[in-house]
């Protein structure tokens, strides 16, 4: 009997602490922020599983980078020792895992209950996850994907409130006329895939592209027009790139896409139903090669005819422009590889336009490569 109320008593001391497993580093901007009363971390996996049978925490943080292979076998051990809500903790490139998990479902048992994406504050992470109803302005959900946890609002304004602060979350990171991801997330998600690929050995390729004659087109029917145009390249991009790949607008007509390895790459997903891993020293992939040249013949099939205030006077197709850069071989940096990127492109429109160049190989459009 005295240990079971020990045990109770040890439990009960707890309620209000999160469980922090993994390397906080990755996924804290002030690791000492981390006090003791509000959070405690176990690095090793075993460790946290003991932690979550002895004791009761308020939630059970699991820093996705590092665990790899174990991931799904960590989470079930944790989720069976606790029964405690598993929020994962994800770098930017981490999401579409993150989001298999929470909508999936290991022998009718969920893995995990919701993500955030990394770097977040320990006080906002600390009130996003205590606090009923509250969400991290960290996280980045994919409205396709996502759906909704168990962690209810309380009253209708709480709705109402919450449906706004999602809507501005989504408004940080999306380019609201398209869709798309902003120039501030590819930005970060670039330095962030970048930084993962120079530790593993991997590839990451950047497409940079603008629409041919877009001025005109602006000019001539008017910026609602221009505005459909922009919609019609964002849909055809999107439906041609993989599912993990990310897409945004980041200026005007110029679009820009990041070809990366996702970290469970999953056959589905290439067209000869395998897995391309890439290696740096390893040419311009060549899956992402085949993608461009299909996202070249898709938009010259898209009539201008068959958008909304062009008239009957309005014919023509859809062409881009873009260059293609692929770390390392191109550059070492964000910055590098746009530049290098934004130059094969400028080399594309002086040499007719509707083409993407291939940096160092400013004659070679990737339309004529087999």
């Keep these: ?3 079971d109320a020990d045990k109770q008593t040890a439990c009960g001391s707890n309620q209000g602490k999160i469980l922090l497993v993994g390397d906080v580093k990755r996924a804290f901007l002030n690791v000492n922020a981390l006090n003791g009363s509000r959070y405690e971390i176990c690095a090793d996996t ?3 599983a003991d932690a979550a049978a002895r004791q009761r925490f308020a939630a059970i943080a699991v820093v996705l980078s590092g665990i790899g292979t174990k991931l799904n076998a960590t ?5 069976d020792r606790s029964g405690t809500k598993i929020i994962l903790m994800a770098q930017m490139y ?3 895992t993150a989001i298999r998990i929470i909508t999936s479902a290991d022998n009718g048992v969920k893995l995990a209950e919701d993500y955030l994406i990394c770097p977040v504050e320990p006080d906002t992470f600390y009130e996003s996850v205590t606090r009923p109803g509250r ?3 960290q996280r980045r959900p994919e409205p396709e994907l996502y759906k909704p946890t168990d962690i209810q609002l309380s009253t209708p304004m709480e709705t109402s409130i919450e449906a706004r602060i999602r809507h501005l979350e989504r408004l940080a990171t999306e380019d609201d006329l398209t869709g ?3 120039r501030r997330y590819i930005r970060e998600f670039a330095q962030q895939i970048i930084e993962r690929a120079g530790r593993e050995d991997g590839q990451v390729t950047f497409l940079v ?4 004659n877009f001025k005109h087109y602006n000019d001539l029917y008017g910026h609602a027009t221009g505005d459909e145009i922009l919609k019609k390249a964002a849909v055809l991009v999107r439906h041609c790139c993989r599912s993990h790949d990310v897409v945004g607008r980041i200026g005007g007509d110029e679009f820009a896409v990041v070809f990366w390895d996702e970290p469970q790459p999953t056959p589905a997903d ?3 139903g395998t897995s391309e891993r890439r290696s740096a020293s390893a040419d311009h992939p060549t899956e992402v090669l085949a993608i461009a040249q299909r996202f070249i013949k898709e938009i010259e099939k898209a009539e201008l005819s068959s958008l909304d205030g062009l008239g009957p006077e309005g014919k023509g197709v859809l062409t881009i422009s873009g260059g293609l850069a692929t770390f390392p071989r191109d550059g070492q940096t964000t910055q590098e590889l746009f530049q290098q990127a934004d130059k094969a492109l400028l080399e594309a429109k002086r040499n007719g336009k509707n083409r993407i160049y291939l940096v160092g190989k400013p004659q070679n459009n990737i339309a004529d490569i087999e």
């Design 1 to 3: 009997m005295t240990d």
């Design 46 to 48: 075993d460790a946290a």
């Design 75 to 79: 989470l079930k051990h944790l989720k």
């Design 94 to 96: 981490e999401e579409p």
């Design 135 to 137: 969400l991290s302005p």
């Design 180 to 182: 798309l991801k902003n």
């Design 209 to 212: 592209f603008d629409i041919d």
């Design 270 to 272: 290439t067209p000869d």
